[in-house]
């Protein structure tokens, strides 16, 4: 539906921005639901990013998401936030409240709820957790699984420190090593992530020697271009359970749709396949 001028208005704030597919995902919702309002794209330069932040209340947003390379940016802009976006340290999610920010990290809650919506039978206390990368991903991914009860966390990247800086910050059972060591890992693992770049479009390979791995094992790569990764048909020729990293990129939208826009909205194959079959906004 075409938004009136009474309409609640949201975006997302990035630079840049044209490649993010959430314009095309909250518009969908907007427009299943019947929604009197928008949701548009902002690209925002990282100089004018704090002056930006702090402009979306006076302009009559209702919120805004929020990605590269503005996560932390917002986290320092916002009056209050959630503690899970403090234990993550950056935020992806702006409500406006009483004229002042908010700031959520909806990102773990989206990583859980896609591989829950998968595959309904996986718990994060089925055993061990396997995650490749340390960037912002891999610290959402890290705190969920924690705070869901993993029994412990395997985290691997090519540079140690960075894994320790995480560990050290989140608390809890998290054991580091290097990516050279995933295999020594799998043998006990219940669940592996790939949380890096590699095996995306564009990029370089994902090496990793699935053998050790319980044929039970859940396999979830946040890379969804392409779809399905050489990680995860590897692991589904073998047999292992698998979840594309798309879901991840709709879930996590859910909160602030409905902080926005008053419901709670659905992730379904239609918009799936909405998502991926239009180009980008």
Same mark, same amino acid.
């Given at each position: 539906? $075409?938004?009136?001028?009474?309409? !609640?208005?949201?975006?997302?704030?990035?630079?840049?921005?044209?490649?993010?597919?959430?314009? @095309?995902?909250?518009?969908?919702?907007?427009?299943?639901?019947?929604?009197?309002? =928008?949701?548009?794209?902002?690209?925002?330069?990282?100089?004018?990013?704090?002056? =930006?932040?702090? =402009?979306?209340?006076?302009?009559?947003? #209702?919120?805004?998401?929020?990605?590269?390379?503005?996560?932390?940016?917002?986290?320092?802009?916002?009056?209050? &936030?959630?503690?899970? /976006? @403090?234990?993550?340290?950056?935020?992806?999610?702006?409500?406006?409240?009483?004229?002042?920010?908010?700031?959520?990290?909806?990102?773990?809650?989206?990583?859980?709820?896609?591989?829950?919506?998968?595959?309904?039978?996986?718990?994060?206390?089925?055993?061990?957790?396997?995650?490749l990368?340390?960037?912002?991903? =891999?610290? %959402?991914?890290?705190?969920?699984?924690?705070?869901?009860? %993993?029994? #412990?966390?395997?985290?691997?990247?090519?540079?140690v420190?960075?894994?320790? /800086?995480?560990?050290?910050?989140?608390?809890?059972?998290i054991?580091?090593?290097?990516?050279?060591t995933?295999?020594?890992?799998?043998?006990?693992?219940?669940?592996? $992530?790939?949380?890096?770049?590699?095996?995306?479009?564009?990029?370089?390979?994902?090496?990793?020697?699935?053998?050790?791995?319980?044929?039970?094992?859940?396999?979830?790569?946040? $890379?969804?271009?392409?779809?399905?990764?050489?990680?995860?048909?590897?692991?589904?020729? !073998?047999?292992?359970? &698998?979840?594309?990293?798309?879901?991840?990129?709709?879930?996590?939208?859910?909160?602030?749709?409905?902080?926005?826009?008053?419901?709670?909205?659905?992730?379904?194959?239609?918009?799936?396949?909405?998502?991926l079959?239009?180009?980008? /906004?």
């Amino acid at each position: 539906m $075409v938004p009136s001028g009474a309409g !609640r208005v949201a975006g997302v704030i990035g630079w840049p921005v044209g490649h993010s597919r959430s314009p @095309r995902l909250h518009g969908y919702w907007l427009n299943q639901y019947s929604i009197d309002g =928008a949701y548009v794209p902002l690209p925002v330069a990282p100089e004018t990013a704090e002056l =930006a932040f702090q =402009a979306l209340p006076a302009l009559g947003f #209702v919120g805004a998401n929020v990605t590269v390379p503005h996560k932390e940016t917002a986290f320092r802009a916002c009056a209050t &936030v959630s503690e899970r /976006a @403090r234990r993550i340290g950056a935020v992806n999610t702006l409500i406006v409240r009483d004229g002042a920010l908010h700031g959520d990290n909806t990102d773990g809650f989206g990583f859980l709820e896609n591989i829950y919506q998968k595959v309904p039978t996986w718990s994060p206390t089925d055993g061990p957790a396997v995650v490749l990368g340390a960037g912002g991903a =891999a610290r %959402a991914v890290c705190a969920a699984l924690l705070d869901a009860g %993993a029994p #412990v966390v395997h985290l691997l990247n090519r540079t140690v420190e960075r894994a320790e /800086a995480i560990a050290a910050d989140l608390g809890g059972p998290i054991q580091c090593g290097s990516m050279d060591t995933t295999e020594a890992v799998l043998g006990e693992a219940g669940l592996l $992530v790939n949380t890096t770049s590699l095996g995306m479009e564009g990029q370089p390979p994902l090496s990793v020697d699935l053998t050790p791995l319980a044929s039970g094992a859940l396999v979830t790569d946040l $890379v969804y271009a392409p779809l399905e990764t050489a990680l995860l048909a590897e692991a589904r020729a !073998r047999g292992n359970p &698998v979840v594309d990293g798309l879901g991840m990129l709709l879930h996590q939208g859910r909160p602030g749709f409905e902080a926005w826009f008053g419901m709670m909205p659905e992730v379904t194959d239609a918009l799936r396949r909405f998502v991926l079959d239009g180009s980008p /906004a």
